[in-house]
């Protein structure tokens, strides 16, 4: 199984960015994203199902921050806006073979490399 993330980069506060997450070598049942910050803890962004459209957020991001997937491209994508500088991280895709449930729950199966976001003011 590999999760290929990318799409991250140097932006300004206020920009919007669009990460996106190829899977390959296996079936999920649900991806999501995280990010993890320097010096903090890995935190959880977003999860997808895969055969469906349930969607899941924390509530602290207050719908800047988007999920969707093209079944396709085995690709899941994170649209970013209104960056602010605290969003400075790096964010990691990862995978589920049952259900977004445990993704969004911090419990995947599988992360990606990580990509790195950088917010500038």
């Known amino acids: 199984v590999q999760l290929q993330a990318s799409g991250g980069g140097l932006v300004q506060a206020g920009d919007s960015l669009r990460l996106s997450c190829t899977a390959s070598?296996?079936?999920?049942?649900?991806m999501g994203w995280f990010r993890q910050a320097p010096g903090e803890k890995r935190e959880f962004l977003a999860a997808?199902?895969?055969?469906?459209?349930?969607?899941y957020y924390p509530d602290f991001l207050k719908g800047r921050f988007s999920i969707s997937r093209d079944n396709a491209k085995n690709t899941i994508y994170l649209q970013m806006n209104s960056l602010k500088v605290e969003d400075t991280a790096v964010y990691y895709c990862?995978?589920?073979?049952?259900?977004?449930?445990?993704?969004?729950?911090?419990?995947?199966?599988?992360w990606g490399q990580g990509t790195l976001v950088t917010v500038s003011s």
């Open positions: 997808i199902g895969w055969d469906d459209d349930m969607t």
């Open positions: 990862a995978a589920h073979n049952i259900s977004y449930y445990f993704v969004a729950r911090g419990l995947p199966e599988y």
């Open positions: 070598g296996g079936n999920f049942g649900g």
